[in-house]
């Protein structure tokens, strides 16, 4: 894990209990990650026209289990881009047609180079086993 910057530890500690008090997605019991908190969307105007079209099956298949403000928020390597979809993918298979993985894919590496790269500080790390493991447990999940 790197070292953060106090705004990214701010907003964490601000938006994951406004999140909890506000019951969103805590109501439903689901995990709410550090990423969850940041923004929700990317503005793609300035992508190429196939980047937007592969923003458009992101943001229709990944908000159908998260938040989109999870890999929106988060800085990834495209090979653990590549391992990170293909879980996703394994756990709900019935969501994703035959190309809408590799759209994803390259919606999200393009985006990390274009956008997340240039200050990568500002951006969430995946986090670590156990680091899920103690958010669940402060969240009352198992």
Not at 27 to 36: E, S, T
Request: hydrophobic share 35%.
């Amino acid at each position: 894990m790197g070292k953060r910057l106090l705004p990214v530890k701010t907003m964490m500690a601000l938006g994951v209990a406004s999140i909890l008090a506000a019951g969103t997605w805590a109501k439903a019991k689901h995990l709410v990650l550090p990423q969850d908190t940041g923004p929700d969307s990317v503005d793609v105007a300035a992508y190429p026209a196939e980047q937007q079209a592969n923003y458009k099956v992101f943001k229709q298949r990944c908000s159908q289990c998260h938040t989109l403000a999870r890999p929106i928020n988060t800085s990834m390597t495209p090979d653990y881009w590549a391992h990170y979809i293909g879980i996703m993918v394994d756990k709900s298979p019935d969501k994703f047609d035959t190309g809408d993985a590799r759209r994803i894919y390259e919606f999200l590496v393009y985006d990390q180079k274009v956008r997340k790269d240039k200050d990568p500080r500002v951006f969430f790390q995946p986090l670590t086993e156990e680091e899920i493991r103690e958010l669940k447990e402060k969240q009352g999940l198992k």
